[in-house]
């Protein structure tokens, strides 16, 4: 029995989540650790209460106060509040780095079994689409902003390159589609290759992330740690779930600077509440990855093993395993059964494979991660200038009628430089097939690319402003450091 007592926050949550819960506690309190559990609340029930954030004061105090949580999943009730309480979690306490490992497991059967499939996922977990910044920009057109930050990559980069480090891992592999999107997922990959220079003994690439879905399904042995941006992450996570078994193995970690929240990848999967049918392994790997970061090594090693010795001898079989096995599904082992069985495995060793037992965060949990790096004596210097505006116009015309309408209500400081449909270019004509939908981004810019002041920007809305529905969203245009803050329309 370890002397210090750690204290952890401790969320059964919806669904099969009670029951996953109960089974690591049992386990991490089996094999000696010391822990003071603070029960808490959040998802459907509390929604229901009428909370709207699905989390509830006294919750986040707790966890301001442990700065560690074993959670279980959250349902949104359909109807009550509309973020997701999970995604209010991560971003409340800015676990920015959500970490997914993807292992080849000891008698689970799937397509890739004898591979070493053995990779980790760095999710970015609060930027991004996720930013949950949605706007209707009118009746019929929806727009969700993709919000990427050079810190916000630095800090989840690192992240990643550190975590290598300490894993004994070789390579780290940025994911991102900076072939399209080249202002946001680019910022992402530039980041990246600034990065990686400081970590010399790791080998760096960078790759598109459809090849990386691609190579996935094809040969994933050849990942090790994968970082990538929110959207990116969330979808090929799930897929290597897949690769390793399902989401009944699938464990997660939300690390931030101060807090980590431990979760299983699935959901409150509620046709299998209550029936102690439910798979606890995801949670009591994510529970492993949590007494690392707490500095319970060996602890975390001896479940780890137990939990492996149990898998590999085949003896407990939950129902997804069963069905994965072709056995007879009434045969299966209760979550109760399995977790006894853990419990009984704890100090043996796998025959096959060892539990990763180089994983605790260099210095201990309280170690600081390294923080983002970028100068805020250079940000003071970077010349900046305004060259124009996009105004998104949403009217029931065609261009070649608002084009020449534009054009006279542009001047006499600036010209109407293009129209456009959903990105692409409509107006002077391209002779590109595009269709509308009633939406118009008209691009206005300084004639002689000067900076052009705040005055001539508002005098050209008040210009607009008379017509009916009128000017929806506006975005100004800059230079940074001779660089255009902007990208063209296609066909421009
Ligand atoms: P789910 O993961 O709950 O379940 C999908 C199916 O996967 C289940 O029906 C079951 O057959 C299987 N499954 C999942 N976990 C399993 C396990 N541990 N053992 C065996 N089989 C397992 O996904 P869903 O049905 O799309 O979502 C249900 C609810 O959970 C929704 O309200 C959703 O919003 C929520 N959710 C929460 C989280 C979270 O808290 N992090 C994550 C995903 C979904």
Same mark, same amino acid.
């Given at each position: 029995?370890?002397?210090?007592?750690?204290?952890?926050?401790?969320?059964?949550?919806?669904?099969?989540?009670?029951?996953?819960?109960?089974?690591?506690?049992?386990?991490?309190?089996?094999? +000696?650790?010391?822990?003071?559990?603070?029960?808490?609340?959040?998802?459907?029930?509390?929604?229901?209460?009428?909370?709207?954030?699905?989390?509830?004061?006294?919750?986040?105090?707790?966890?301001?106060?442990?700065?560690?949580?074993?959670?279980?999943?959250?349902?949104?009730?359909?109807?009550? +509040?509309?973020?997701?309480?999970?995604?209010?979690?991560?971003?409340?306490?800015?676990?920015?780095?959500?970490?997914?490992?993807?292992?080849?497991?000891?008698?689970?059967?799937?397509?890739?079994?004898?591979?070493?499939?053995?990779?980790?996922?760095?999710?970015?977990?609060?930027?991004?689409?996720?930013?949950?910044?949605?706007?209707?920009?009118?009746?019929?057109?929806?727009?969700?902003?993709?919000?990427?930050?050079?810190?916000?990559?630095?800090?989840?980069?690192?992240?990643?390159?550190?975590?290598?480090?300490?894993?004994?891992?070789?390579?780290?592999?940025?994911?991102?589609?900076?072939?399209?999107?080249?202002?946001?997922?680019?910022?992402?990959?530039?980041?990246?290759?600034?990065?990686?220079?400081?970590?010399?003994?790791?080998?760096?690439?960078?790759?598109?992330?459809?090849?990386?879905?691609?190579?996935?399904?094809?040969?994933?042995?050849?990942?090790?740690?994968?970082?990538?941006?929110?959207?990116?992450?969330?979808?090929?996570?799930?897929?290597?779930?897949?690769?390793?078994?399902?989401?009944?193995?699938?464990?997660?970690?939300?690390?931030?600077?101060?807090?980590?929240?431990?979760?299983?990848?699935?959901?409150?999967?509620?046709?299998?509440?209550?029936?102690?049918?439910?798979?606890?392994?995801?949670?009591?790997?994510?529970?492993?990855?949590?007494?690392?970061?707490?500095?319970?090594?060996?602890?975390?090693?001896?479940?780890?093993?137990?939990?492996?010795?149990?898998?590999?001898?085949?003896?407990?079989?939950?129902?997804?395993?069963?069905?994965?096995?072709?056995?007879?599904?009434?045969?299966?082992?209760?979550?109760?059964?399995?977790?006894?069985?853990?419990?009984?495995?704890?100090?043996?060793?796998?025959?096959?494979?060892?539990?990763?037992?180089?994983?605790?965060?260099?210095?201990?949990?309280?170690?600081?991660?390294?923080?983002?790096?970028?100068?805020?004596?250079?940000?003071?210097?970077?010349?900046?200038?305004?060259?124009?505006?996009?105004?998104?116009?949403?009217?029931?015309?065609?261009?070649?009628?608002?084009?020449?309408?534009?054009?006279?209500?542009?001047?006499?400081?600036?010209?109407?430089?293009?129209?456009?449909?959903?990105?692409?270019?409509?107006?002077?004509?391209?002779?590109?097939?595009?269709?509308?939908?009633?939406?118009?981004?008209?691009?206005?810019?300084?004639?002689?690319?000067?900076?052009?002041?705040?005055?001539?920007?508002?005098?050209?809305?008040?210009?607009?402003?008379?017509?009916?529905?009128?000017?929806?969203?506006?975005?100004?245009?800059?230079?940074?450091?001779?660089?255009?803050?902007?990208?063209?329309?296609? +066909?421009?």
């Amino acid at each position: 029995m370890t002397a210090i007592s750690h204290r952890i926050t401790v969320i059964p949550g919806d669904g099969v989540g009670p029951e996953v819960v109960r089974s690591a506690v049992r386990i991490i309190d089996a094999a +000696g650790v010391s822990v003071d559990w603070e029960y808490a609340e959040a998802g459907a029930e509390v929604f229901r209460k009428g909370d709207t954030s699905g989390v509830p004061a006294e919750t986040r105090a707790s966890i301001e106060r442990t700065k560690v949580a074993l959670k279980g999943p959250l349902e949104t009730p359909v109807g009550f +509040g509309e973020k997701s309480a999970n995604v209010t979690l991560r971003k409340l306490f800015e676990t920015y780095a959500n970490v997914r490992p993807a292992r080849e497991l000891p008698g689970v059967p799937t397509r890739y079994a004898g591979e070493g499939v053995d990779l980790v996922i760095v999710r970015e977990n609060v930027e991004d689409l996720y930013a949950g910044i949605e706007h209707m920009q009118t009746p019929d057109v929806g727009q969700t902003l993709k919000i990427i930050s050079r810190k916000g990559s630095e800090k989840i980069i690192r992240y990643a390159f550190e975590l290598a480090q300490r894993e004994g891992r070789r390579k780290v592999s940025a994911a991102t589609k900076a072939n399209i999107m080249k202002l946001s997922e680019g910022l992402f990959k530039r980041t990246f290759e600034q990065i990686a220079p400081d970590y010399p003994e790791i080998e760096a690439e960078h790759l598109i992330i459809d090849n990386v879905a691609h190579q996935l399904a094809k040969n994933p042995a050849q990942f090790d740690v994968i970082v990538t941006t929110n959207l990116n992450g969330d979808i090929i996570s799930d897929l290597a779930s897949g690769l390793v078994g399902g989401l009944g193995f699938a464990p997660s970690g939300n690390y931030g600077d101060d807090v980590a929240i431990f979760e299983a990848v699935h959901g409150s999967a509620p046709k299998h509440a209550g029936k102690d049918v439910i798979n606890p392994t995801a949670l009591l790997l994510s529970s492993v990855m949590m007494l690392r970061h707490i500095g319970e090594a060996d602890a975390a090693d001896r479940m780890e093993d137990a939990i492996l010795v149990t898998l590999e001898e085949g003896k407990a079989a939950t129902q997804d395993l069963v069905r994965q096995t072709g056995g007879d599904v009434e045969q299966a082992t209760s979550t109760t059964g399995f977790t006894d069985m853990v419990i009984a495995n704890l100090g043996r060793h796998p025959a096959t494979v060892a539990a990763r037992h180089r994983t605790q965060r260099p210095g201990g949990p309280a170690a600081p991660l390294p923080r983002w790096s970028y100068e805020a004596a250079h940000y003071a210097t970077i010349d900046r200038t305004t060259v124009g505006v996009d105004v998104f116009i949403e009217e029931d015309t065609t261009s070649a009628v608002l084009g020449p309408l534009m054009e006279t209500i542009a001047g006499p400081d600036l010209v109407l430089e293009m129209i456009s449909s959903r990105g692409t270019m409509v107006y002077p004509a391209t002779g590109l097939a595009s269709d509308d939908v009633r939406l118009w981004r008209c691009r206005f810019v300084s004639p002689v690319g000067a900076d052009v002041p705040d005055s001539v920007l508002l005098g050209l809305l008040e210009r607009i402003a008379g017509r009916h529905p009128g000017w929806t969203h506006v975005e100004k245009l800059h230079f940074f450091d001779g660089e255009p803050s902007y990208t063209k329309a296609q +066909g421009q």
